[in-house]
């Protein structure tokens, strides 16, 4: 008899974004350091962040990929393709056929430095999804669609997704849920670093009312800008308020149990985990017993995002987001 | 400056026979497409700088400014820096001059979202 393993954790690349672009790593001595602080096996990768041959690698590249993954025995899990269908600002998006050739281009290149399945995004409309499908079964790889803020398991956008999954009914495809979309308020490290750049207390005390509201997150940020506008308030500090709108919405974390199903992969979207292991914005506890619980074996990825407001150590997040989340992992099942 | 707010380079300004080379970082968190890229503006000690005849290096490529909106499939790797040569503009070696650049992005998996990014510098002549 075979026991079904619980969720595997693993990292994301892009917690590393500060790292990366100020060149303090490499690719291969960021692997190296990710090795070496035991925050894989598994990892993700964003193929346009840290493959500069993307959307089309070379067989020197993936031999030397693949010669870095044995020597650091890490797990090539998942690998963030793009759907660029907007590539002339302003103008219409580009053809069907091509955007279908776009995603091609970059999973056979996934799959030639060994990752097990594709990340996509919903700017792929979901009637391309039949043209995929079949490819990405041939191909061997897995393609989730990441169901990020401000997404959720009632969106319109993954509800016309599912109608098309369950017609389809592929094991190619599936759901990978970013958790940004289900926040029980907004990280206070965002709050403290626009307080840092000088942001009035006013406006933050409007952006978090305005946010905890129901309704569409460009609808709320479209009404604090029409506030700001009116009171005057600069607009760096309205930027840095605004932000929050498109990261993070408030949405019922119990609703992900209606995709648990389908999904194949995980992002552990997260911005400051506390001294005594609690996530700031985002409640774990509430979310990972429905995975755990719902039968998911695959990876959870820790994706620290704190990233896009400030600069802390990145390494250290994910090693408390990482311990959160396998004590969350390790708690007896919630009785049905 | 948050690293991802960084547009000037750290190659900083260079005085070439092919007229000023400035360095640019892409301000996003992975490589886009030089399509969905603009340079909307430069400064040097706080005149505007004529981009019409303005180029752009990356690697061993180079296109004109003016068709930055072509290049669908050349790609900016988010690492590294492109390089914005502007003919005619001499600079003597060692001096100072304080630049200004502004470069909007406008990611193309995200319709109608255009990022703004200004910075200003005081940088050296290579």
Known sequence: ?336 | MLPVERIIGEEGLTATPRGARLAMRLPWYRSLPFSTVEVAGVTLDGAPVDLTDAVVEFDDASFPLAEIGEQTNAFWFVRDSAFLVLPGVQLAADSEHEVSLLLHVNPPYIPGMKRVNPQTATLRVN
């Open chain 1, 1 to 336: 008899m075979t026991v079904a393993n619980g969720p595997q954790m693993g990292v994301t690349l892009y917690s590393f974004t500060n790292e990366w672009l100020t060149r303090q790593f490499e690719l291969d001595t960021l692997l190296r350091e990710v090795a070496k602080r035991n925050l894989g096996p598994n990892i993700e990768i964003i193929g346009f962040q840290s493959f500069k041959e993307f959307p089309d690698v070379s067989d020197d590249f993936a031999s030397y990929f693949k010669d870095l993954i044995a020597e650091t025995g890490l797990n090539p899990v998942s690998c963030a393709i793009n759907s660029d269908r907007f590539m002339k600002p302003g103008q219409q998006p580009i053809d069907d056929a091509d955007l279908v050739e776009y995603h091609k281009r970059q999973l056979r290149s996934a799959k030639k430095l060994g990752f097990k399945l594709a990340r996509g995004q919903f700017a792929l409309p979901a009637h391309l999804l039949p043209e995929l499908a079949p490819f990405c079964e041939d191909l061997g790889m897995q393609m989730g669609v990441e169901v990020h803020a401000p997404m959720w398991a009632r969106h319109p956008a993954v509800l016309e997704y599912r109608e098309m999954y369950e017609k389809l009914d592929s094991p190619a495809l599936g759901w990978i849920p970013d958790f940004g979309g289900t926040a029980r308020a907004i990280p206070p490290s965002l709050l403290d670093a626009a307080r840092a750049i000088g942001t009035p207390e006013a406006l933050i005390e409007i952006t978090k009312e305005i946010w905890a509201e129901d309704g569409p997150s460009y609808v709320k940020a479209g009404k604090l800008r029409e506030i700001a506008a009116a009171k005057g308030y600069e607009q760096a500090h309205l930027q840095a308020c605004t932000l929050s709108f498109f990261i993070l919405s408030n949405n019922d974390p119990k609703s992900w149990a209606e995709l648990v199903d389908r999904t194949i992969h995980i992002h552990g979207k997260f911005y400051g985990v506390s001294d005594e292991g609690v996530e700031e914005a985002i409640p774990y506890e509430e979310i990972l017993p429905l995975f755990r619980d719902g039968g998911f074996t695959g990876t959870i990825v820790s994706e620290w995002e704190g990233h896009a407001y400030c600069a802390v150590d990145a390494f250290e997040q994910v090693r408390r987001h990482q311990a959160m989340c396998r004590r969350i992992l390790a708690e007896a099942p919630v009785a049905a």
